[in-house]
C-alpha cells in the first residue's frame, strides 16, 4: 500500500496494488508488486508492507525480512522508486518578445459572407497563401481588418503568423 500526503503530511491518497507476481515455496513466499502514484515534488510517500502468511494447518509466524537467505539463494525486501517528470498542464508565462512572428499586410476583395465570417472567427487562425501549392498556405491570426468599401468589396486585412510563407 502507497501512501500519498502533501508537504503539511494530510493524507492525500491511498493506492492499493494488485500481485504481479509470487513464488511459493516450502516454507516462504516472494512476491512483487507494482505501484504507479502521480504526485507533487513536495509531496510525502508512506509505503507500507504487510504480509499474512497462512498454511493448510493454520496462521503461520509472519514477519517481512529486510534479507532472508533460503536455499542458498538470498532474498531481501527491496523498494524502487523511479520518478518521471510531468507534461506541463498549465500555461506558462512567455515573454511575446521571444517568439517570432511576422505580419503580413495585403487587400483583397471580399464579399460581405465573408467580411462576417472573418470577423466573427477572430480568434480562430485561418489559413492563407497560393492555394494553388498546399505547401505556400499557412495559417495565421488575425490582426486587424478594415473594410473600406462593403459596396466595392474592398479590404485589407493584416495577420500575424509565426511561419514564414515561401
Not at 509466524?61 to 510531468?86: C, D, H, M, S
Request: glycine share 6%; aromatic share 8%; hydrophobic share 35%.
Amino acid at each position: 500500500m502507497v501512501r500519498r500526503f502533501d508537504s503539511s503530511a494530510a493524507l492525500l491518497q491511498t493506492t492499493y496494488s494488485a500481485l504481479s507476481q509470487s513464488v511459493l515455496g516450502q516454507y516462504d513466499m516472494y512476491c512483487d508488486f507494482d505501484v504507479e502514484v502521480a504526485c507533487n515534488v513536495t509531496d510525502l510517500i508512506r509505503i507500507d508492507i504487510v504480509g499474512n502468511f497462512t498454511a493448510a494447518n493454520g496462521p503461520l509466524g509472519q514477519g517481512i525480512l529486510n534479507t532472508a537467505t533460503y536455499n542458498g539463494q538470498t532474498r531481501a525486501t527491496n523498494v524502487y522508486i523511479k520518478g518521471e517528470p510531468f507534461e506541463p498542464t498549465a500555461l506558462v508565462d512567455v515573454d511575446p518578445n521571444s517568439v517570432r512572428r511576422l505580419d503580413y499586410s495585403f487587400d483583397r476583395p471580399l464579399r460581405m459572407e465573408e467580411i462576417e465570417a472573418i470577423l466573427d472567427n477572430t480568434s480562430r487562425p485561418i489559413k492563407f497563401g497560393n492555394y494553388d501549392d498546399p505547401l505556400r498556405v499557412i495559417e495565421g491570426y488575425i490582426n486587424k481588418v478594415d473594410i473600406k468599401s462593403i459596396i466595392k468589396q474592398d479590404a485589407s486585412i493584416q495577420l500575424k503568423s509565426n511561419k514564414i510563407l515561401r
